[in-house]
């Protein structure tokens, strides 16, 4: 059974720093692209980040980018996301995801709240 288990959300101040694992269980970690989405109150899903399955290869959307930085673990079978400077728009459940083809899995998600 796939297993995708996010941690280390929690409430941070402006500016603060947090890192979010996902660990993976249940298929092979290493064969799969991973990606961070978060979804605001109110709003819709945001793609936040990506990482190829060698993890040699990343991408960022725009509003984090120069501030968050994703890796990755084969030999944990862990995805990370770290996360510098923190702003109020960062508030949201962000979720991890594993895609090989057309198989796609999700975590259920952890909270994250930057608030003074």
């Known amino acids: 059974e796939v297993h995708l288990v996010e941690s280390g959300g929690g409430m941070m101040q402006p500016g603060g720093a947090l890192r979010l694992s996902c660990a993976a269980s249940g298929f092979t970690f290493s064969t799969y692209d991973m990606s961070w989405v978060r979804q605001a109150p109110g709003k819709g899903p945001e793609w936040v980040s990506g990482?190829?399955?060698?993890?040699?290869?990343?991408y960022y959307a725009d509003s984090v980018k120069g501030r968050f930085t994703i890796s990755r673990d084969n030999a944990k079978n862990t995805l990370y996301l770290r996360m510098n400077s923190q702003k109020p728009g960062d508030t949201a459940v962000y979720y991890c995801?594993?895609?090989?083809?057309?198989?796609?899995?999700w975590g259920q998600g952890t909270q994250v709240t930057v608030s003074s």
């Open positions: 990482i190829n399955h060698g993890g040699r290869t990343t």
């Open positions: 995801s594993a895609r090989d083809g057309p198989r796609r899995y």
